[in-house]
């Protein structure tokens, strides 16, 4: 059985978990701790980032995008109305383009520092960089949020799903990101209304449960987190 290498609050694990699960694909989930610089996974991966998926030959593929498009071109074309890139190639880089900004510009200015500061740290040992949260690095973060909201708002309030008229992986790479911030408690949804109902069809999606229903150990997540209807 194929592997995936993730942590349950990386965002790009989240979006690959999310895609392989709406494809009905299985995986066996190893659970890395990418501060430890552990020999084995970084042969798989020299630059120690998550999330890496190992195939049934043992050929390893490392990042979210990367592995988001191999599965596209190997099960994703056998899906007709359910592959979550387009078959317009105009659809698909807007799909592409809204991915990247969920995995990489909101993760930069957002998810990445946050889930550093309150979830890794406490994790880590002081030798890798673990301690105290830093409040300026969340201060900054947090005053980023509000902005990706309204953009994550505007796409959910002019368009059926986030992409067009169909869920893509733009809509699960949002997820992805939101979901980790949801756990957290960073997201006020009284100031995102048209956001949340996008959300809350996302949350009630099969392939969602099984994120819903793990927990971070030391770190209890909002009370709303896995209601369906919030």
Same mark, same amino acid.
């Given at each position: 059985?194929?592997?995936?290498?993730?942590?349950?609050?990386?965002?790009?694990?989240?979006?690959? &978990?999310?895609?392989?699960?709406?494809?009905?694909?299985?995986?066996?989930?190893?659970?890395?701790?990418?501060?430890? $610089?552990? #020999?084995?996974?970084?042969?798989?991966?020299?630059?120690?980032?998550?999330?890496?998926?190992?195939?049934?030959?043992?050929? %390893?593929?490392?990042?979210?995008?990367?592995i988001s498009e191999y599965l596209d071109e190997?099960?994703?074309?056998? $899906?007709?109305? &359910?592959?979550?890139?387009?078959?317009?190639?105009?659809?698909?880089?807007?799909? #592409?383009?809204?991915?990247?900004?969920?995995?990489? +510009?909101?993760?930069?200015?957002?998810?990445?520092?946050?889930? #550093?500061? &309150?979830?890794?740290?406490?994790?880590?040992?002081?030798?890798?960089?673990? /301690? %105290?949260?830093?409040? +300026?690095?969340?201060?900054? %973060?947090?005053?980023?949020?509000?902005?990706?909201? +309204?953009?994550?708002?505007?796409? %959910?309030?002019?368009?059926?799903?986030?992409?067009?008229?169909?869920?893509?992986?733009?809509?699960?790479?949002?997820?992805?990101?939101?979901?980790?911030?949801?756990?957290? /408690?960073?997201?006020?949804?009284?100031?995102?209304?048209?956001?949340?109902?996008?959300?809350?069809?996302? +949350?009630? #999606?099969?392939?969602?449960?099984?994120?819903?229903?793990?927990?971070?150990? /030391?770190?209890?997540?909002?009370?709303?987190?896995?209601?369906?209807?919030?």
């Open positions: 059985m194929p592997t995936l290498y993730h942590h349950s609050m990386s965002s790009p694990s989240r979006f690959v &978990r999310l895609i392989l699960t709406e494809y009905g694909y299985q995986t066996e989930l190893i659970e890395e701790q990418t501060w430890e $610089k552990r #020999r084995d996974f970084l042969a798989l991966n020299p630059a120690g980032t998550l999330p890496v998926y190992v195939d049934d030959s043992m050929r %390893a593929l490392c990042g979210a995008t990367v190997t099960h994703g074309v056998l $899906k007709r109305d &359910r592959r979550l890139l387009a078959e317009d190639p105009f659809q698909r880089a807007e799909i #592409r383009r809204l991915a990247e900004w969920f995995m990489q +510009k909101m993760e930069q200015d957002v998810t990445r520092p946050l889930v #550093r500061e &309150r979830v890794y740290k406490l994790q880590m040992t002081a030798d890798q960089g673990g /301690g %105290a949260p830093d409040s +300026k690095v969340m201060r900054m %973060a947090r005053g980023n949020i509000r902005q990706h909201m +309204k953009y994550l708002s505007w796409l %959910a309030g002019s368009r059926q799903w986030l992409a067009g008229d169909r869920l893509s992986y733009a809509d699960l790479a949002a997820a992805a990101s939101i979901s980790v911030l949801d756990y957290l /408690g960073e997201i006020d949804w009284v100031e995102s209304p048209v956001a949340k109902e996008w959300y809350q069809r996302l +949350k009630s #999606r099969p392939s969602f449960r099984p994120i819903l229903a793990e927990r971070v150990r /030391g770190i209890t997540p909002v009370s709303h987190y896995a209601d369906l209807d919030f």
